[in-house]
């Protein structure tokens, strides 16, 4: 996996192209799921169909359907990789302050800042594809509302630990400019836009939610 096309995700920056190293056993179809991941990535998961997939990878649909049962099924592996690299992402991420909290959460989003800043950035994977996932794809939608709920709960956790006032409703804040964060690192480039506010206002955010405690 490319470590500067994360969802905000060094190292373990993820939610970008996947960039597995091919093995002799199953070469063909970890070339299809590589140049899919970079692919849905860039142009994403509905604008891209089998025959891009297969020619990037300098493949055949043939290759491809004996690979992957379908294209489905191409998509969900790719979204349940980006999850597990987004993990260990933020895993590393905040594993330096284990009794901070805070600290943790303010290392989020400076690293979210620093792979906003690539020019390759598009964003969190994930949340692409739930603008581009409707409700009737259910293992898709489940895939990725699950994956959200769980960004959300692990922020309220946070919260909870720093002893916020409202740990609920300040999660919910840092949630927003999270994910809003990668969205308007879409219009705006390399970090010039609002996104550059996202740790100062964090840090408003928690003050005014530790205030009077």
């Known amino acids: 996996m490319s470590s500067d096309k994360s969802g905000i995700s060094g190292g373990a920056e993820a939610l970008g192209p996947c960039a597995a190293t091919p093995t002799a056993k199953g070469r063909v179809r970890d070339r299809i799921f590589e140049s899919a991941c970079d692919l849905f990535y860039r142009h994403g998961i509905h604008g891209v169909g089998v025959d891009a997939i297969a020619a990037e990878a300098g493949s055949n649909k043939m290759s491809f359907y004996r690979s992957f049962a379908s294209k489905d099924a191409l998509v969900t592996e790719y979204l349940r990789e980006q999850e597990r690299e987004y993990w260990a992402w933020w895993d590393a991420t905040v594993a330096p302050y284990p009794d901070a909290p805070r600290r943790?959460?303010?290392?989020?989003?400076?690293?979210?800042?620093?792979?906003a800043m690539s020019s390759e950035c598009r964003g969190c994977a994930l949340g692409n594809a739930a603008a581009e996932i409707s409700d009737d794809e259910d293992e898709l939608s489940t895939l990725v509302r699950a994956y959200k709920e769980?960004?959300?709960?692990?922020?309220?956790?946070m919260a909870h630990a720093m002893g916020a006032r409202d740990p609920e409703s300040l999660g919910d804040a840092l949630m927003l400019l999270l994910d809003g964060g990668y969205f308007t690192r879409l219009v705006f480039?390399?970090?010039?836009?609002?996104?550059?506010a996202a740790l100062p206002a964090v840090r408003a955010l928690i003050d005014a939610h530790a205030a009077g405690k």
């Open 189 to 196: 480039p390399l970090g010039s836009g609002p996104i550059s």
């Open 150 to 157: 769980k960004v959300r709960k692990r922020l309220h956790g």
């Open 104 to 115: 943790q959460i303010e290392a989020l989003f400076e690293a979210q800042l620093k792979i």
